[in-house]
């Protein structure tokens, strides 16, 4: 049995040594008991332990008094276990409870996400009046209002925190008490990457280079530059860091790319089952059909916009586990960083007893966090996941769970270069102007920009979005989108709403229902028809004369007046009697006659159109609609705005 | 001397590439491509039965039920269905029977836009006393189906009634050929049309484009794909839907009538209250009458004609044996 380690632990690139185990220094009283105590008992091997005897002597004496209460071993059945590596005393059945729990919440978090995810959605009900309002059941946008990174950055930006945003303060709470316990055991994607570490690497990632790759390394301080970077950003006026943030990623991602990707596969195949001409086939495949468009999608395939990359950015980061275990939990994550540097003040830790360790490394086997739970080095608080995997592993009762711990191995605040912080603040700060004088906000705003309704004043909504997807994701017509770089690099994945897909549906209100954040308000249907306040116009429709049916074909069509759903109507009609070409040549080669058809051709009310781009939608001319909508008008803007009466400088927003 | 191979290796490889050879070929030649602009033939052949009742049933009963008076939309329907001869006259013990409401708009009963919900939970009732098995309401609406089969009322009303409410989703559309003037191939709504029996409940309101619109332009909503084409040659289009669609009965829901501003209206301002129901077998002579109810008339909704020369039925509803109640 080697218990001794060698002097030196030979891995510690980015792990400061413990002082008694590298140089000879000074090591005050309670470092030398807690080393020696144990040595002193095992007679077998005295010479070999490393302990410099720079210390002083009298106190080596006194150390069994000194060091008893807090570390003497709980009195516990000495069941060896023969299968368990060294000693073969299990771990305490605390600690193995916790771990189980520990696997019981992380399926339980990420089932729970899972469905609020697919309930985002409006699926109607057979019990509901007529007159019921439609509102979400359930609080679907409950992760990310107790996300604290949204918070810090919404209230950074805005000064304000948003309605249900408060309960962030009580993840905060449970950061302060037990650490980065929400990345370890809540947080979905976290769990998601647990998974992924779990099962890429292992054909190969054995022994040693699994053992290295747990090692502390210095990349992971990349996190807490970004997540500097974003707050400057957020200071600076922009939301841009939801870009980053896990649970805005894991409801993007799985939201707009994962799930309508699975729905286009398994309507494929059951649409292929259903053609098999047996009679049972059909039905099973057109029940499944049925009863997934009820429970986990829609029942029409939703598409959106340039999602590819949001996909290819998931499933790239995922992929990454191959070659760093959990790197997005330990690389780039700016809310483990956030909550990182919370985790210093946290009441429950780890000690360590570093004279028992042998140097097995199976604590390092399964750390999730990278966080230096092997003896010999101190253990990085801030990196922590508090899985609890490495005191069950540890054979040796080296590592020990508990509250108040001593913190004399223990680092507690993230291991990050001052300079570098800067840099990072700087360079937040620095590309929010950089990317507005960019033109895309004033000078040069896309038509196709068009919020949803309820949304706040661009500047605002800059302030405010965070890119989650909620509001694309509960869009019941499929009308709101990531923009990709419409809204110009600042506002990638900023909802927009693109008609020719789905159109805004007038009675509906449900984007401002799920915005965790308040860049979509919570308006009601009244607000929103205009009943007793003037509408909410998101944009503004217009013709096309070229392409128009009626206008440059002579054809009868109306279609968008018909769909127009504004009362009275915002496309009205007039009546023309127009000549037209018939499509046959007269006698003798001559020139076709002409004939007169009796046409209604339309025309926009600007003070009455809302900019829902239903007649956009329903437009028959397929590829470029001759009818469509652009943001002018929104009711939220002062100046994106064409006729003087509309404009009312007195609203708020 | 370099290693030969042995005479069982040469033979294998040979057979390997052979195979692999022979396969892509067998492949290639069994998908050849053979070019040409009628490669994609129309694949929709499956026709749609005429679900009304054989001819020479019920002749000393009136064609045409007018129901009158009454605030209460259950007793004109139980009232104009019972004068023309009953539900079990259209409905027989195991029947599958779809009920085709106008559920086409995110708008609430008060706003007419839609068949009112206890117009159809009537007829839902009277199909499952008459022994219906199964009674299917169904449509392809224009708005979000889950909003106007929610705000409709109509969810709700047939769900309690124990009717199998169907919300359309694009996997319950398959092409059909519709062999009309203008229609051609379309994708059919199938639960419409799996059934035995058929009762059309539409509402009878105002269209800006078709100017009125009832029994016969209700069988938009047995389409998918792009209908809104259909719009521009919107009458031969409602009488060649009429053409596919022969329903069993026929219950115009007019209790309250959309005036103007239709078909959407959502301004209640724009309907009218009629205590009207109208049941019949004819679909072209409901929307006849119809026309009266918006102070339409008949000559001017060119589809009407269409189906009258058609044979679908006769514009002039006056001939029939017209019974008010």
Redesign the interface.
Known sequence: MSQTAAPGHPHQDEVQPIPWLGKVGEIDALDQALVRAPAASNVGTPASNPMPTAGAPAIVSASAAIVAPPFKAPARPTKIDPKRPGSGIPARPLIRGLVWARRFVQVASLALFTFLLVETT???????????V?RMPYPVEGFLLADPFVAAMTFLSSHTVYRGLLWSVALLGLTLVFGRVFCGWICPFGTLHHFFAWIFPSTYGRGNSRVMANHTHGYQRIKYYLMYAFLAAALAGSAIGGLFDPICICVRAIGLAVLPAVQYIG?HA??AA?TVNERHVQFV??GT??FL??SVWQ???FYFHETWFIGFLLIATLFMNRFIPRFWCRVLCPLGAFLGVFARFALFGMEKDHAKCTDCNLCLVNCQGADSPQGGVKWRQDECHMCMNCETACPEDVIKFRFLPGRKSTISVPDTGRRTALASIAAGAIAIPAARTADSLDANYDSRVIRPPGAVEERAFLERCIRCAECMKVC??NALHPAFFEAGIEGLWTPILISRIGYC????VLCGQVCPTGAIQKITEREKLGQGVPPIKIGTAFYDHGRC?PWSMQ?????C?????????AIW?EEVDAEVRSAEPGPNGEQPPMKTVHL?RPHVDPALCIGCGACEK???V?DRPAVYVTSIGETRSKTNVILLENTNYNSPG | MAERPSRREVIQRLGAAGLALGGAAAIGRWRWDHGGIDVHRAEGTRQVRDFRLKAGNGLELPELVIAKNNPDPATLTRRAVDALGGMKRFISRGDIVVVKPNIGW?R??IHAANTN?EVVATVVQMAFEAGARRVVVTDAS??????C?????I??AA?KLGAD????????FRTMRLNGDVLDEWPVYMPLVQADKVINVPVAKH???AKYTGAMKNWYGSLGG?R??L????DVSVADLATFMRPTLVVVDATRVLVR?G?????ID?TREMNTVIATVDQVAADSYGTTLIGQKRENVPYLKMGHERGLGTMFWENLRVKEV
């Open positions: 409006f699926r109607g009900s057979f019990a509901a009046k007529a007159d019921t439609v309507g059951l649409g259903a495949a057109d059909q049925d468009a009820r029942s029409k395939q019941p017509n549906e007038p009675s509906c049916l054809t009868p069509c109306i279609v007046e018909e769909f127009c759903p504004t009362s009275p109507k009609v209604q329903v437009c028959p397929q | 995110d609430m009963p919900p224009c708005n979000d189906p889950n909003r089969f929610q705000r409709s009322g969810w709700r769900y409410v169907i919300i359309p989703a694009e996997h319950r269209h800006n484009l792009r809104n084409r719009h521009q040659n919107i501003n078909p959407q209206g959502g301004n724009d």
